[in-house]
């Protein structure tokens, strides 16, 4: 979470010490989304079979020497390569965490610890600028990537200590031929999203990949109904309380993605911050994570996710209109502050509920499974939004570092992302069962 948070500061360094272009500061991110996006499913199916702590400390340290290498880049492409890499070790790991806690958790107990998982999470994503910030000042953007070492080392001896080893699943199949159409489908969509605005999308290289990846998607879905050891079980989707939490997530993490995105690139580029101050600017967010996610989680468990997953996506979208007043000469009390705290709180009341609403549907044994679909689904939602928001804002080719694009394209960008955290809030309310309609207990039987 640090990690991904922290590459969103350094993006303007990069772009400055490595000579990148806007489409090589899109595929620094989406080169690791693409990874996780394709590959956590099969994460969380390994989770499930061989065990949940030896995929997640397996996970851990390949992430740490992928971290070591994206350090030691010799240019951008290199760069990219490694940041695909570090992906895949983040797919091995991240599912494990939520199908650790809700493997040795009580029931009751789920939601809280969700909420503090998301709490914890959030103060890491939150503290990346701050830290990154920090450390891009005084010593360069690669210092970011090794503060990623004696972290892993620690996770790891904790790992081994405190986690339940578990049983593992007796069925070692893997749907090798489900991820391969998910990294297809996902990287040449990705591909003509980026490239599209940039050579036109009727250009046939661009409109070739947005064909073929469509199709790959459409073919993988069928892949999967067919196939007996499925890394995407679809009667899981039967639950309708399982769909809809899903389709929330896609919703708001793209409204979230593009933000991150666009917000800490403004901030030093269009206002002037420095990469430190960019990251501090963010710290009311990692307050009210700390302060509230606990509670969301809790909340939500008690009462239904229903109130949660409309309030929180509405005041996202409410702090991203707030962004838009973000200008030039105004001090941060005035324009920055209100955004990110309002931002903040719908942040605090939403990723827990919703997290928490997909586990609760998840058939037992297969909460890795349902937390990799999860994960899935919001780095499929931050690939898309990475790849489209920045052309909404006017920024394509080697346009990141014109000031003036950016004073001109941001508000129009926090806008269409203020739409879909909007239309987030309208789902929650219209797909979300409301607490006693008896949908949260609805579990189906794994194929």
């Not at 992430?63 to 983040?90: E, H, K, M, T």
Request: contains cysteine.
């Amino acid at each position: 979470m640090l990690t991904g948070t922290v590459v969103n500061v350094a993006l303007p360094a990069m772009e400055s010490s490595l000579e990148a272009s806007t489409t090589d500061l899109q595929w620094i991110l989406n080169g690791y989304l693409l990874a996780v996006a394709s590959l956590i499913l099969i994460g969380g199916s390994l989770g499930d079979r061989y065990g949940h702590r030896r995929m997640f400390v397996v996970g851990t340290i390949w992430f740490s020497i992928a971290s070591i290498l994206c350090a030691i880049a010799p240019d951008v492409n290199w760069l990219i390569g490694f940041r695909i890499l570090q992906g895949v070790g983040a797919a091995l790991l991240t599912p494990e965490s939520l199908a650790i806690i809700e493997s040795v958790f009580h029931p009751e107990d789920r939601g809280k610890a969700i909420g503090a998982w998301s709490a914890l999470g959030g103060i890491a994503a939150a503290i990346g600028p701050l830290l990154g910030g920090w450390l891009i000042d005084v010593s360069g953007w690669r210092s970011i990537f090794l503060l990623v070492v004696p972290l892993s080392i620690v996770v790891v001896l904790i790992g081994l200590a405190k986690i339940p080893t578990g049983k593992p699943g007796k069925d070692s199949r893997l749907d090798l031929g489900g991820a391969g159409l998910t990294f297809l489908g996902l990287g040449l969509t990705t591909y003509s999203l980026i490239q599209g605005p940039v050579l036109g999308f009727f250009n046939p290289q661009v409109l070739g990949g947005l064909i073929v990846g469509s199709v790959a998607l459409v073919v993988f879905i069928l892949f999967e109904n067919r196939i007996s050891h499925p890394m995407v079980p679809m009667s899981m989707f039967k639950n309708r309380l399982f769909s809809a939490g899903n389709i929330l997530t896609f919703v708001v993490y793209a409204a979230l993605g593009g933000s991150f995105f666009m917000l800490v690139v403004y901030l030093q580029v269009g206002i002037g911050y420095s990469a430190l101050q960019a990251g501090a600017s963010l710290l009311p967010i990692t307050v009210l994570m700390l302060l509230l996610s606990a509670s969301a989680g809790q909340y939500a468990q008690k009462n239904g996710a229903r109130g949660p997953l409309t309030v929180g996506p509405l005041l996202i979208a409410l702090g991203l209109v707030l962004m838009a007043r973000i200008e030039p000469g105004h001090s941060y009390w005035y324009s920055t502050l209100p955004a990110v705290f309002v931002f903040g709180l719908g942040l605090a009341a939403t990723v827990a509920p919703v997290t928490a609403t997909v586990l609760t549907a998840a058939p037992a044994g297969l909460e890795g499974t349902a937390s990799g679909i999860n994960n899935a689904v919001a780095r499929a939602a931050q690939l898309v939004a990475v790849a489209v928001i920045p052309a909404v804002a006017g920024l394509s080719g080697g346009t990141v570092g014109d000031r003036q694009v950016l004073l001109e394209g941001f508000p129009q960008a926090v806008y269409v992302m203020a739409a879909i955290a909007g239309l987030g809030g309208v789902l929650g309310w219209f797909l979300i069962p409301a607490k006693g309609e008896g949908v949260q207990n609805e579990h189906v039987e794994s194929t």
